[in-house]
């Protein structure tokens, strides 16, 4: 496949990085770091407002800007590059693809331009398992009559202290695997919700604990036909796991920009550490890894685009995602580990910004699956079609 941006595209990266490099600066991570909501509600209705970046991939029909998954994903490496705190990843990367995805056509018509407008959704799933898949799902249901009542609880959900709609996976008492997994979508205020935030490593994202005690939701909250949910929150995760690594492969051009500039800055015996060989090498590593994270995104965010329309590499879907997400969450981690080293003691200081882009690498490889999860999973599908 030979990939080249659009002018279109290019226009739509490049307005990103000039926006998010005004905006999302040193001092406003770390207000938004202190905040309650985790993120700048004025920050967030400007890119709703100015930049209509909810919108990108949301169709036509519904008010969206009818774009793909490219053009999102070209976003997404701007908000990590520039370590932006919002609700973006949870409201678009997860639950906007769970309503385009999943949803009836009354759902997306009642849901989709509120999300345009501001709004914020995310997608519950994981029961605080270390697996990222179907069989996370702990939180159970029960039909009575026309409604349905849940149980459970779930962790790891991105801004789930403070969405305003939740999409919640949940299975019928007594299934287990795929079978009798169904998605719910409502107000995140409801009756029978309990949300709390989690003390979390990365402070620049914030992820929440919900407990379901008799949630009572009426039958037009179910998306999709139930209890086949199974299929829909796998592709779900799939593209979430491409938005992420997204961001990852932006944070990696960040940190090797930020550790070039400082050791063309810092002197040692007379010259600037910048043309010590040593540097230059693992700044070329760093580099390298960068190229590559780009290169495997980009790929993922073609087949997601044609996943979405249901075309001819859909199903690469689940193993350009773990490519991606593999290899991004290493060479994230990795490079943010050199970056340390290259800045010496003052990497590790406050005031440098390093250890922001320390600890969102840590948490990001995690979330939605670890370098090593997803590199198993390739192995398995791999294995499967050889068998």
């Known amino acids: 496949m030979e990939f ?18 005004d905006a999302s600066t040193s001092a406003a991570i770390r207000a938004a770091m202190e905040s309650d909501l985790g993120y700048s509600p004025e920050l967030w209705q400007r890119i709703c407002a100015e930049m209509y970046w909810q919108a990108l991939h949301i169709p036509e029909e519904y008010g969206g800007m009818g774009l793909g998954y490219v053009e999102l994903v070209a976003v997404l490496e701007q908000m990590g590059r ?5 609700p973006y990843l949870a409201t678009v990367g997860m639950a906007t693809n769970a309503l385009l995805i999943a949803a009836s056509d009354s759902q997306k018509a009642a849901i989709l331009p509120q999300l345009i407008e501001g709004k914020t959704a995310t997608v519950a799933f994981n029961g605080g398992r270390s697996v990222w898949d179907a069989s996370a799902v702990t939180a159970t249901y029960r039909r009575e009559s026309n409604e349905f009542t849940l149980n459970g609880d779930y962790r790891y959900v991105l ?9 919640l996976a949940a299975r019928e008492e007594g299934s287990r695997g795929d079978e009798g997994l169904s998605l719910f979508v409502c107000a995140g205020d409801s009756a029978g919700i309990q949300r709390s935030r989690l003390a979390t490593m990365d402070q620049s994202r914030r992820q929440a604990t919900i407990q379901l005690k008799d949630l009572r939701l009426p039958e037009s909250s179910v998306m999709g036909e139930l209890g086949t949910g199974a299929k829909p929150l796998a592709k779900i ?5 491409i938005a992420l690594a997204a961001e990852q492969a932006g944070g990696m ?12 800055s810092r002197s040692q015996f007379g010259r600037t550490i910048a043309g010590f060989q040593a540097i230059k090498h693992k700044a070329a590593d760093m580099m390298l890894r960068n190229e590559v994270a780009r290169s495997a995104v980009y790929y993922a965010a073609c087949v997601a685009d044609d996943a ?8 690469e879907l689940a193993e350009a995602a773990s490519i991606a997400k593999s290899y991004c969450s290493e060479g994230y981690f990795k ?7 290259m800045h010496g003691g003052v990497g590790f200081t406050w005031e440098y910004d390093v250890h922001l882009y320390f600890k969102r690498a840590k948490a990001s490889e995690h979330f939605l699956g670890s370098s090593s999860y ?7 599908m791999l294995l499967d079609t050889a068998c």
């Open 4 to 21: 080249a941006f659009t002018q279109e595209q290019e226009m739509i990266r490049d307005t990103a990085a000039a926006f998010l490099k």
């Open 82 to 86: 520039y370590l932006l705190c919002s």
């Open 159 to 167: 801004d789930g202290h403070s969405a305003d709609y939740l999409i």
């Open 237 to 241: 995760l799939d593209l979430a796991t």
């Open 253 to 264: 051009q960040q940190i090797l920009d930020i550790t070039v500039d400082y050791t063309k």
């Open 308 to 315: 979405l329309c249901a075309g001819p590499l859909a199903s």
């Open 335 to 341: 490079n943010t580990g050199e970056a340390l080293q």
């Open 374 to 380: 997803h590199r198993e999973r390739v192995a398995v």
